[in-house]
Every structure is written in structure tokens, then in C-alpha cells.
Nanobody, 122 residues
């Protein structure tokens, strides 16, 4: 089992950048495919980005491609989401998620963090 703790959220203006971090517990972080999701008020939770465990391939939803970058540091048990050129529609609670021993970036994730709020003002 892995525990996830997100950090780095905050209030920024449109066009600004923000970097989120997700720290994982345990010594098996490198075996987890990691994802970022977000949920805006009144909307369903949606996939944002993922990075796979074995190949390190990255995947993004269309609305953030070219603006967001997901990366991981297995030595630090941490996954990052660098968010540039932020827009008001990026406002949401951002969640980190993990699933083990699969390179499938979509679908069900087994472990979730508590979320961090990102608010982008216009």
C-alpha cells in the first residue's frame, strides 16, 4: 500500500505557473504508474496526466497538453506536475493517484491523495 500527499496548490493569476508535488510513502514507488486528476466544483473528476512506471511514458488530456508537464523522481518518491500558462478553467482540486505494475495510464487507480486546491483568477 502507498500513501500519497499532495502539495503546492494555491491562488494564482491567469498566465502564471504553479508546480504541484506528490510525495509517496514506502520503498516501491518506482513500481507505480502515477496520475494527476482534478475536480472542479460541480463537475466530475477528470484525468489530467500520467507517467508510467516501467517506460516513463507520459500522457495528457488535450486541454493541458503543451502547458502541463508531469515528471517523477523515483529517488525522492515524488511525482510532479508543472503547470504553465494557467487558465481560470484550470481551477480545481488536484489529486495524485497511483496504481502498481501496470503501464495503463487510464482507468482505475487504487490509491489517492487528499487533494490540493488550485485557483486561477482571471
Amino acid at each position: 500500500q502507498v500513501q500519497l500527499v499532495e502539495s503546492g496548490g494555491g491562488l494564482v493569476q491567469a498566465g502564471d505557473s504553479l508546480s504541484l508535488s506528490c510525495a509517496a510513502s514506502g520503498r516501491t514507488f518506482s513500481t507505480y504508474t502515477m496520475g494527476w486528476f482534478r475536480q472542479a466544483p460541480g463537475k466530475d473528476r477528470e484525468f489530467v496526466a500520467a507517467i508510467t512506471w516501467s517506460s516513463g511514458n507520459t500522457y495528457y488530456t488535450a486541454s493541458v497538453k503543451g502547458r502541463f508537464t508531469i515528471s517523477r523522481d523515483n529517488a525522492k518518491n515524488t511525482v510532479y506536475l508543472q503547470m504553465n500558462s494557467l487558465k481560470p478553467e484550470d481551477t480545481a482540486v488536484y489529486y495524485c493517484a497511483a496504481k502498481r505494475y501496470t503501464d495503463e495510464p487510464y482507468g482505475r487507480y487504487n490509491y489517492w491523495g487528499q487533494g490540493t486546491q488550485v485557483t486561477v483568477s482571471s
